[in-house]
């Protein structure tokens, strides 16, 4: 069966290279699924949870903006930031959570408020991604 090389790299570094049977992405007009075979396919990217199947197990990778590009049974993510669940600290994006959720009863300024909202978003799929990971057993 055909299968689809899923690549991840961030400006600091490539995070994964593998070959996986399914990938899930956050685009930011909302939740993209990608099969092998599938048509070339430009997306920007969201805050949120990508993950792929591979020999039947659920994967799971936070990424907080950029691209996906599909082409020949390629997925390129080019993210602005990427962290496999199992490389995410959980007490890091509690503390980065609560701070945001404190700044937001204190923002003044439109902008704030904006920025403080992607922080907590960041936190909280941060948060969801290592759960995700915990519960398929892949973290
Ligand atoms: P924090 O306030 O904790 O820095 P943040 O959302 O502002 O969180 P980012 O700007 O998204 O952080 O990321 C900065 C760098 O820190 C990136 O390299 C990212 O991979 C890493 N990083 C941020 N939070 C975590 C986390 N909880 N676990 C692992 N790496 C993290």
């Known amino acids: 069966m055909a299968t689809l090389k899923l ?7 490539k995070v994964l290279s593998e070959d996986v049977d399914y990938v899930g992405a956050p685009g930011i007009m909302g939740e993209f699924g990608i099969l092998p075979n599938h048509v070339p396919f430009l997306s920007a990217l969201g805050i949120g949870n990508l993950h792929y199947n591979q020999d039947g197990k659920a994967h799971y990778v936070f990424v907080s903006g950029g691209f996906a590009e599909v082409s020949h049974n390629k997925v390129t993510i080019l993210a602005e930031v990427a962290e496999k669940a199992t490389e995410i600290d959980s007490d890091r994006a509690k503390l980065a959570k609560e701070r945001a959720e404190k700044r937001a009863s204190a923002a003044k300024e439109k902008m704030d408020a904006i920025r403080n909202q992607t922080a907590l978003k960041r936190a909280i799929m941060r948060i969801s991604c290592k759960s995700s990971g915990l ?5």
């Not at 690549?7 to 570094?13: L, N």
């Open 135 to 139: 519960d398929a057993g892949t973290c």
């Open 7 to 13: 690549e991840i790299v961030t400006p600091d570094r």
